[in-house]
């Protein structure tokens, strides 16, 4: 039998492979050169595993991201909201609610033992200038560290009008202050308010230095007759509290008129926005 040279062996193998792989070239060997064989590369296609490996990682990276970014998307508008709800429940509108519950206290101080007793009526004037002092310190603080809330602008003015209408209307049935007085300040004060809600669609009415000042005026007035004061203290207190009634119905007029330029810039800004709507 004759042999088969093995470099012809070799070659054939080798032509054997690089037909089995698709896309093969073939570097032929030197025939009949001990040990020389022909070799084949197979380079990798662009659809090969390598490529598709690479570009699901490039996919994988993007989606990966992108649902990173939603998170975070999601993660600070939650955050927002906790801190707007955060931002209710700051040191200013504490002391407003504060002040509210001081209120049926400040009245069976006010009303006990018939409501002439000395002592009784010095406990009730400790309420009611603590309700005066927070009510000091609560704006201060919302001003200057940047507290201001639309909860704190309406519930303000209202725990004012409580315990400030609380006091006058212990006063008057009591006998130690005109009905008069007291109608034309709760009068005023109550007007305000639901002036106030009326308007809040256009805006919110913030508190004024006048109505401030009225607000102080106001306190001492009521303050020097919860102590039952005689002699010339008691004739101060009129002309403090006279005072304060000029101021309740000045103020008054100005919140008027501020409401009533709220009311048309809004309308104003409504019909403008229309009208560019249907441009």
């Known amino acids: 039998m004759t042999g088969v040279p093995a470099s012809a062996a070799g070659g054939s193998s080798s032509a054997r492979n690089a037909k089995s792989v698709p896309g093969a070239v073939t570097v032929p060997g030197a025939m009949g ?7 084949s590369v197979a380079p990798a296609p662009s659809g090969s595993a390598v490529g598709s490996e690479t570009s699901g990682s490039g996919v994988d990276s993007l989606v990966t991201d992108d649902l990173e970014g939603v998170k975070a998307v999601r993660g600070g508008k939650l955050g927002a909201a906790a801190v707007n ?9 504490i002391l407003t609610m504060i002040r509210l519950l001081l209120v049926p206290g400040f009245v069976a101080l006010m009303l006990a033992d018939g409501g002439y007793d000395p002592a009784w009526r010095s406990l009730a004037w400790a309420a009611f200038a603590v309700a005066m002092i927070t009510d000091i310190f609560d704006g201060h603080l919302a001003r200057t560290y ?3 809330t639309d909860f704190g602008k309406i519930a303000d003015p209202i725990a004012d009008k409580a ?8 006063l008057s049935a009591l006998g ?3 009905w008069w007085v007291t109608g034309v300040i709760l009068g005023r004060e109550l007007g ?5 809600f009326v308007v809040i669609r256009y805006g919110v009415i913030p508190a004024s230095r006048g109505g401030k000042l009225k607000t102080l005026t106001q306190g001492v007035a009521v303050g020097m007759y919860v102590l039952a004061l005689t002699g010339p203290l008691a004739s101060l207190r009129f002309w403090v509290m006279a005072a304060a009634v000029v101021l309740t119905v000045v ?3 100005d919140y008027v008129r501020q409401a009533i330029v709220l009311r048309n810039e809004g ?11 249907e441009r």
């Open 33 to 39: 050169t001990p040990g020389a064989t022909g070799s």
């Open 85 to 93: 709800q955060a931002s209710l429940w700051n040191i200013a509108n």
């Open 146 to 148: 940047d507290l201001v």
């Open 163 to 170: 315990i400030m209408g609380a006091a006058l209307l212990c």
């Open 176 to 178: 130690d202050l005109p």
């Open 192 to 196: 305000i308010t639901l002036l106030r």
């Open 251 to 253: 103020t008054g007029l």
């Open 267 to 277: 309308i104003a800004a409504r019909e403008a926005a229309s009208m560019e709507a």
